[in-house]
């Protein structure tokens, strides 16, 4: 635990028992870039572009996966503070 709160990996430690019980379950995670610690990081880092059945690793941009964003306001985040607009 984190200063009171739950850690990426105690959640998904949390939850995993309970999808053995239901059979053909998934475990969804969705997230941005932030930062190179935790368990997206480690999924990412451990099977991104390797042919695993099992586990998806999908990497893309904010516009392409929702079309609907305004360019502009993305442009204008970007030149604001590149880095914190690419996370």
Same mark, same amino acid.
């Given at each position: 635990m984190s200063e009171g !709160?739950? $850690? /990426?990996r105690e &959640?998904?430690?949390?939850i995993r %028992?309970? +999808? +053995? $019980?239901? %059979?053909?379950?998934? &475990?969804?995670?969705?997230?941005?870039?932030?930062?190179?610690?935790? #368990?997206? #990081?480690? +999924?990412w880092r451990? #099977?991104?572009g390797k042919p695993i059945d099992s586990v998806l690793i999908w990497v893309s941009d904010s516009?392409? +996966?929702? %079309? $609907?964003? /305004? !360019?502009?306001l993305i442009d204008i985040e970007l030149k604001k503070d590149p880095s914190a607009a690419r996370s």
């Open positions: !709160r739950r $850690t /990426d &959640l998904v430690q949390a %028992p309970s +999808m +053995m $019980t239901i %059979p053909g379950s998934k &475990l969804i995670v969705i997230s941005s870039v932030h930062s190179r610690v935790g #368990y997206v #990081y480690e +999924m451990d #099977y991104f516009l392409s +996966m929702n %079309p $609907t964003l /305004d !360019r502009d």
